[in-house]
């Protein structure tokens, strides 16, 4: 994990809001996860989608935690209502000269005010009405006034209005004196800009998705709540034990010759076993396949390499 933030130093933002802390020693992602019950699965999902832009695939949506995506979302929205967009309204104060009412500046505080009032209702709706939709959803309860969908529907970009104050400042505000505070907020403003706009990315292609499956499963199987990190595989997968074999070898970071080494069989033999497990678990990546051993204890944790 330690090596992951150094090369990735925006993991940092994403462990907060996770609710993973700092001193992480020579733990690795699952460990660090498990110690603080985030589902490591979601976490490097969430991770990958940020970064990379990954898409993710519908057997991957079906292994997400719901629970955890809306701890995630939630943290987030606190972030940007308590903390980001008020810094960035303290510095831009220090920036522009807001003393007289018929100035371009007094008039672009006034815009980001608004702008800010704007994001603080879109996200308490979601805090009040969303959530607490789905928390209802995972113990089973369908409301028949509601759904994701309407949801989904309603759900607009939050950013545009940053993007446009942006361009404002840049393209009208000619400051006086020294002007290293106010580009030093303008860099901010793009910073959340971006922040923003995948944090509303998240929302629509990871977290959407995912409820939709959890109100399907719901609604056709009555009263199962679906808070399990690993919903949607149960231990009842019918695996061979030579599967099973295979299968704790992957998820502890051995190559496919060093399996057929290990349990000395052919290459063949062992591309063969992992397609087999795929197909009975309809999980195809290694991430998916480690959480599914760590939650039917068919591997100990201290045995994942990093």
């Given at each position: 994990m330690?090596?992951?933030?150094?090369?990735?130093?925006?993991?940092?933002?994403?462990?907060?809001?996770?609710g993973?802390?700092?001193g992480?020693?020579?733990?690795?992602?699952?460990?660090?996860?498990?110690?603080?019950?985030?589902?490591?699965?979601?976490?490097?999902?969430?991770?990958n989608?940020?970064?990379?832009n990954?898409?993710?695939?519908?057997?991957?949506?079906?292994?997400?935690?719901?629970?955890?995506?809306?701890?995630?979302?939630?943290r987030?929205h606190?972030?940007f209502?308590?903390?980001?967009?008020?810094?960035?309204?303290?510095?831009?104060?220090?920036?522009?000269?807001?003393s007289?009412?018929?100035?371009?500046?007094?008039?672009?505080?006034?815009?980001?005010?608004?702008?800010?009032?704007?994001?603080?209702k879109h996200?308490?709706?979601?805090?009040?009405?969303?959530?607490?939709?789905?928390?209802?959803l995972?113990q089973g309860?369908v409301s028949?006034?509601y759904s994701?969908e309407?949801?989904a529907?309603a759900?607009?970009?939050?950013d545009?209005?940053?993007?446009?104050?942006?361009?404002?400042?840049?393209r009208?505000?000619a400051?006086?004196?020294?002007?290293?505070?106010?580009?030093?907020?303008?860099?901010?403003?793009?910073?959340?800009?971006?922040?923003?706009?995948?944090?509303?990315l998240?929302?629509d292609?990871?977290?959407?998705p995912?409820?939709?499956?959890?109100?399907?499963?719901?609604?056709m199987?009555?009263?199962?709540?679906?808070a399990?990190?690993?919903?949607?595989?149960?231990?009842?997968?019918?695996?061979?034990?030579?599967?099973?074999?295979?299968?704790?070898?992957?998820?502890?970071?051995?190559?496919?010759?060093?399996i057929a080494?290990k349990?000395?069989?052919?290459?063949?033999?062992?591309?063969?076993?992992?397609?087999?497990?795929?197909?009975k678990?309809?999980?195809?990546?290694?991430?998916?396949?480690?959480?599914?051993?760590?939650?039917?204890?068919?591997?100990?944790?201290?045995?994942?390499?990093k």
């Amino acid at each position: 994990m330690a090596e992951l933030i150094s090369d990735q130093p925006g993991l940092l933002q994403l462990m907060a809001r996770f609710g993973l802390p700092l001193g992480v020693g020579d733990k690795t992602v699952a460990q660090v996860c498990e110690e603080q019950g985030v589902d490591a699965f979601t976490f490097v999902t969430v991770a990958n989608f940020i970064k990379q832009n990954a898409r993710v695939l519908p057997e991957e949506l079906e292994q997400l935690s719901v629970n955890c995506l809306t701890d995630y979302l939630r943290r987030a929205h606190n972030y940007f209502l308590d903390f980001q967009l008020p810094a960035i309204r303290r510095k831009l104060l220090e920036a522009l000269d807001c003393s007289r009412p018929d100035d371009v500046s007094y008039h672009i505080l006034r815009y980001y005010d608004d702008y800010m009032e704007e994001v603080r209702k879109h996200m308490q709706h979601e805090n009040k009405r969303v959530f607490a939709y789905v928390a209802r959803l995972m113990q089973g309860e369908v409301s028949e006034d509601y759904s994701i969908e309407r949801y989904a529907r309603a759900h607009g970009s939050i950013d545009t209005k940053l993007q446009e104050l942006k361009n404002i400042i840049i393209r009208y505000y000619a400051p006086s004196g020294r002007t290293e505070l106010l580009h030093s907020v303008l860099f901010d403003i793009f910073t959340c800009e971006n922040d923003l706009r995948l944090h509303c990315l998240v929302e629509d292609s990871i977290f959407v998705p995912a409820v939709r499956i959890l109100e399907a499963r719901v609604r056709m199987d009555g009263a199962q709540p679906a808070a399990a990190a690993v919903s949607a595989v149960t231990p009842d997968s019918n695996l061979s034990e030579r599967e099973r074999e295979v299968l704790h070898c992957v998820v502890c970071g051995m190559s496919n010759k060093e399996i057929a080494g290990k349990l000395f069989i052919s290459l063949n033999t062992v591309l063969t076993h992992r397609k087999n497990i795929a197909r009975k678990l309809g999980i195809h990546s290694v991430a998916g396949l480690t959480i599914y051993a760590v939650a039917n204890h068919l591997v100990d944790i201290e045995q994942i390499k990093k």
